[in-house]
């Protein structure tokens, strides 16, 4: 039986983030690192008052927010698994909506608060803004900026082949909409249908959208076989 070649697969998100993600992909498939954002802390940013619950919708929230160095256990909210368990790490005492964001808004509604949503500059749903509405007191806190970067001359090379493309967000994927308008052999595979919903299905080879929105779905979602082809596990048609 003849081997095929790793397939490739484009990871556009934060440098760290897809690096850490290449980790876990099996050699049937070959990581094509392309940013397609970088993330940029912002100035000033100050610990958060002890009786402040967080809400994290990124990783990047969780990397970029100072955390108070003597509050060990403050309470955090967190969009999903591997933010919950950077949360902890941080020192958080850290609950996952194993979701979305509006995971962690429906989570935020059943608590007290006061709430601190730290976000990026770019961010979906409102969650501050509807905590108001139903009475909670919470702010926002732009903790980094997310700058958006050019497709790779490698990710570009792969695209003009039979290709993977796993996108993350809404943000990503409307850069690399833009960045590749066409890519008839690439099959996108999206975290969300908000994520979907940012593309053109009829100018790549598909948009498939993941029943769960989380990293381990994703991966499961983009497993081939020796034969090169996908496995039908974890996902959707979107």
């Known amino acids: 039986m003849v081997r095929q070649p790793p397939l490739p697969v484009l990871l556009t998100r934060p440098r760290a983030q897809a690096e850490a993600f290449a980790a876990t992909l099996p050699d049937t498939l070959a990581p094509v690192i392309t940013p397609l954002l970088r993330i940029e802390t912002r100035d000033g940013l100050m610990p958060p008052p002890p009786e402040v619950t967080l809400i994290f919708t ?3 929230g969780v990397a970029r927010y100072p955390a108070a160095p003597d509050r060990a256990g403050q309470r955090a909210l967190c969009v999903g698994a591997r933010t919950a368990e950077l949360a902890r790490a941080a020192g958080y005492d850290a609950q996952s909506a194993e979701g979305t964001a509006e995971d962690v ?55 003009t082949g039979p290709c993977l493309v796993p996108l993350f967000s809404p943000r990503t994927a409307a850069i690399f909409a833009a960045e590749c308008p066409a890519a008839p052999d690439a099959q996108i595979v999206a975290m969300s249908t908000a994520v979907a919903s940012a593309l053109d299905g009829s100018a790549y080879a598909g948009v498939e959208t993941l029943k769960t929105p989380t990293a381990a779905a994703m991966r499961a979602a983009l497993l081939v076989d020796g034969a090169g082809n996908r496995l039908e596990t974890g996902r959707s048609s979107g």
């Open 105 to 159: 808004l429906a989570l935020a509604l059943t608590q007290p608060g006061p709430f601190l949503h730290i976000r990026g500059a770019h961010a979906r749903g409102e969650i501050a803004a509807r905590l108001r509405a139903a009475g909670k007191d919470a702010q926002d806190c732009i903790a980094y900026d997310q700058l958006p970067c050019p497709l790779t001359d490698a990710a570009r090379a792969a695209l």
């Open 58 to 60: 990124s990783a990047n």
